[in-house]
């Protein structure tokens, strides 16, 4: 080598080390701006179905656990400061069932509340919320999923509401006596008596408006959509729910409804289920199972619920799992989508942690949110923004539904 080139990597090498350090503190700088923004604003996710998943099945979620999505460890490892906990059965608990289960949820999260009373409260307000995070604990909230658990009755509503439910999604998969799902508006449609809210229905949706429970617009079809818009005087929430202009899926929301919700200064909160984000994901999950078929029938036979299968199929093969998995970015695109077509006041995140199979690559548990803050920050969204889509559109519409 002559003279000049030692010179030259004299002078190259050192730069490059430099620029690289440089690069190296600017990703760090970035994090650490992002962790602190993110420990400062208030997260508020109207999504989890921990209590169905594991406190139902006898797990402690006062400890860190290996299994599942999420305890109160990993929430305030997360930086999760309110939650809406789901209260759920699908639409095989029918009248007599049903109300009866969701009271038995309640008092699982009631217990977990009386077990940790340092750690976490109840919260049936905007107010209670603000004064629980600032005693440093998490705001948890009742959110029911799926209008049969009143069992088509007022005073069930009622009674749900006097303990700390304030918000119904009017829906899950199976529709009402007075409100048709997506599941079944999409698929059913020539099997269904109604379609769309009846009178009864109108009447739920109104009792809701009056004594303060959130109308939650997730799962329900777009004719039940529409017509509960028309019915509510207040803000609704969509808790679980993502963009169907990038993964037309029913549950998914499309510009009109998004558009709508808009209108009526509601919320919608970005569902991370990787089948609701990327629509090449379930292609890609079959792909997997059906190459490797030893394990999938020795799984199906010890987890024949199909979530538990895919969970526990995804968990055997870590590696195959997360190269299947679509990228945070695109859990950033479908808010960026709604942003984009309605402004920043209409978005927030109900992610269905413990109640999906997938979520995007490194989110994987409760611990994952402030990897949203630090994307949301590279795509130069204000922190005043971020703040809004964390958790500050929810607890307005929480506000405009008080009593
Ligand atoms: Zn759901």
């Not at 599941?183 to 009178?199: C, F, I, P, W, Y």
Request: negative net charge; glycine residues 6%.
């Amino acid at each position: 080598m002559s003279h000049k080139w030692i010179l030259l990597g004299c002078i190259l090498i050192p730069a490059l080390a430099c620029a690289q350090q440089q690069a190296h503190k600017t990703t760090t700088n970035h994090r650490a701006y992002a962790l602190k923004l993110h420990r400062q604003a208030l997260v508020f996710d109207t999504h989890n179905d921990v209590l169905s998943e594991l406190t139902m099945k006898g797990y402690d979620i006062s400890h860190r656990l290996s299994v599942g999505n999420t305890d109160l460890v990993r929430l305030q490892q997360g930086g999760v400061d309110a939650q809406f906990f789901s209260i759920w059965c699908d639409g095989s608990y029918g009248k007599g069932q049903a109300f009866a289960w969701a009271n038995r949820e309640i008092d699982s999260l009631m217990a977990i509340i009386h077990r940790n009373p340092d750690r976490i409260a109840l919260a049936t307000s905007a107010h209670q919320v603000d004064s629980i995070v600032a005693q440093h604990k998490i705001a948890a909230l009742i959110g029911v999923e799926g209008g049969h658990m009143i069992e088509d009755r007022l005073d069930y509503l009622d009674s749900l509401y006097k303990r700390g439910m304030r918000y119904m999604t009017l829906t899950w998969n199976n529709s009402t006596d007075w409100a048709t799902s997506a599941v079944d508006e999409t698929r059913n449609a020539d099997r269904l008596s109604h379609k769309g809210l009846t009178a009864f229905g109108r009447e739920v949706v109104r009792r809701m408006n009056q004594l303060g429970v959130i109308v939650d617009l997730a799962h329900v079809g777009e004719q039940t959509f529409y017509d509960a818009l028309a019915v509510t005087s207040k803000p609704v929430l969509v808790s679980h729910s993502s963009v169907y202009a990038l993964d037309p899926v029913a549950r998914n929301l499309k510009d009109d409804q998004i558009k709508a919700v808009a209108r009526n200064g509601g919320v919608i909160c970005v569902n991370f289920y990787d089948a609701f984000l990327d629509p090449q994901f379930s292609r890609r999950l079959d792909s997997l199972i059906a190459a490797h078929p030893r394990l999938r029938d020795s799984l199906q036979q010890l987890y024949p619920e199909t979530m538990d299968f895919q969970i526990h199929f995804l968990q055997a093969l870590p590696q195959a799992a997360e190269s299947i998995k679509p990228p945070l970015s695109l859990l950033i695109d479908h808010i960026d989508y709604i942003v984009k077509l309605v402004g920043v006041d209409y978005v927030g995140l109900g992610a269905d942690f413990d109640g999906a199979e997938a979520f995007p690559r490194g989110m994987n548990d409760v611990t994952a949110y402030p990897l949203i803050t630090e994307a949301l920050l590279k795509r130069e969204y204000s922190p005043e923004d971020i703040r809004k889509i964390l958790g500050g559109n929810v607890m307005r519409v929480l506000r405009a539904n008080d009593p």
